[in-house]
């Protein structure tokens, strides 16, 4: 079940990738939009854990995101895709 979640995760992650080159032309053109939607900042952040913790104990290493209990169970509004590629580019370039 674990491996079956990252695998999903990184899929999602990959065909988000694979948008962003194609909205290049959107970029260049002037048509370019945000996806905003309501998303759960515990969902993402449980992606966000599960890619990287992965990764990390096939190294030994240790992976935690610290979040005030508050602002786990928060909704937010915005292009969900996009900031989770964000994040895993800043983490992954780290």
Do not use: H, W
């Not at 370019?32 to 939607?37: A, E, P, T, Y």
């Not at 937010?76 to 992954?92: A, M, T, Y």
């Amino acid at each position: 079940e674990k491996y079956f979640k990252i695998c999903k995760i990184s899929s999602t992650c990959l065909m988000s990738l694979i948008e962003d080159i194609l909205d290049l032309a959107k970029i260049e053109s002037g048509t370019f939009s945000l996806n905003k939607q309501p998303f759960s900042l515990e969902a993402l952040i449980e992606d966000i854990e599960y890619i990287f913790g992965f990764q990390c104990a096939q190294k030994k290493l240790e992976f935690k995101v610290l979040i005030a209990p508050e602002l786990r169970r928060s909704s937010c509004f915005s292009d969900v895709c996009r900031i989770k590629q964000i994040l895993l580019n800043l983490i992954s370039n780290s």
